[in-house]
Structure formats: C-alpha cells, structure tokens
C-alpha cells in the first residue's frame, strides 16, 4: 500500500517501489533462515591463519554449537577455490589430516574446529591472507530432517605467531574460547 501510494505520489517514485517489492518478495526467504538457521547454530571465535607468499592452503578454525544435531557438510569462501572439513588421524605412527564427508555436531555440544585437530582447510587460495584481514566463509549445515541450512560468518586472519599463541590458550581451557567467552 505504501509502495504504491509512494509511487504515485513521488517524481522520483521508481526506487522506493521496487526496493519495497523485492523487501515483500525476500520476506518468506528471510523468515525461513531466520526459524531454521541463524536462530539454532551458532558459530563463535572463528579465525584463519594467515599466509606468507606462495603459502596455497591454510586452516580456517572456530566453535560450532547447535541445540538440535546436525551435520557441518561443506564450507565455501570467496579467498579459495577449494574448501574442505579436515579431521587429524593418526596413520601408524604419524599424524595426518584427511577430508570428511560431514562432520557431526551433536545437541548442545560445542564442537572445536582447532590446529590439530578438526579444521577447514582453505586450497588452491586466490592471493595470500594477510593477517587482519576479514576472510567470509559459509558453513552450510544439514539438519536430521535432511534440510539444509547456510550461515555466514566473517573470520579474522591472524599471523602464524597470533595462531600459535591462541592454540595454547585453548588447550589450557575446554571451552576454547580464544579470550572472548565470558565465565
Ligand atoms: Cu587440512
């Protein structure tokens, strides 16, 4: 109603009325990842390592937590060409990482994506990541119900020394919050 009343109303009418009908049009989409994704999992501390010149891969880390089980089962960013979930394994007497298919997020449980342990790994990356530099991600999540859910977050490159120091922290303290949880 007020979309049309503007359009007549206004020389210049044309803007208002097509951003308030693409608002009416997004609105059903915008509720429905707000009930389904935003409003159950949560993402926190999220961090890249940042890369020296040539460096083509790198680890994406944070905390996953999501009150209904659900399933990390795959990542993208714009910084790389490729991204995948990484688990560490032991194979023999060596410590390796390998790609998995979907990574577990059980009910209530806060799932550490940490250097040595699960990780994103980020190949074939487009230019180095600076440290400081802002690096968006998007986790796409699948619920029991088999319904698919993305959530955007934006992570913070820190410099291979800042990385190690915050790896530390967090195998001092299971909760792992990197300094930002509040007890
Ligand atoms: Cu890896």
């Known amino acids: 109603m007020d979309a049309t009343m503007n359009f007549r109303s206004s020389t210049s009418a044309s803007r208002p009325f097509s951003i308030a009908s693409l608002a009416r049009a997004a609105l059903p989409a915008l509720l429905l990842c707000a ?40 990542v993208s960013t714009p910084v790389a060409e490729v991204a995948e979930v990484h688990e560490m394994a032991m194979d023999g007497s060596v410590m390796r990482m390998r790609p998995v298919s979907a990574l577990d997020i059980p009910a209530g449980q806060t799932v550490e994506l940490k ?68 007890h």
């Open 35 to 74: 009930g389904l994704a935003q409003a159950q999992v949560v993402v926190t501390g999220q961090w890249v390592r940042a890369t020296v010149a040539q460096q083509k891969a790198t680890g994406a880390f944070m905390q996953i937590k999501s009150p209904t089980a659900v399933k990390l089962v795959s």
């Open 115 to 182: 250097p040595g342990g699960y990780h994103v790994m980020l190949m074939k990356l487009k230019a180095p990541i600076a440290d400081g530099e802002t690096v968006p991600l998007t986790l796409v999540f699948e619920g029991a119900d088999k319904m698919r859910m993305s959530v955007q977050v934006q992570a913070a490159a820190r410099s291979p020394a800042a990385a190690a120091a915050a790896a530390s922290e967090g195998a001092k303290d299971m909760h792992g919050g990197h300094g930002d949880h509040k």
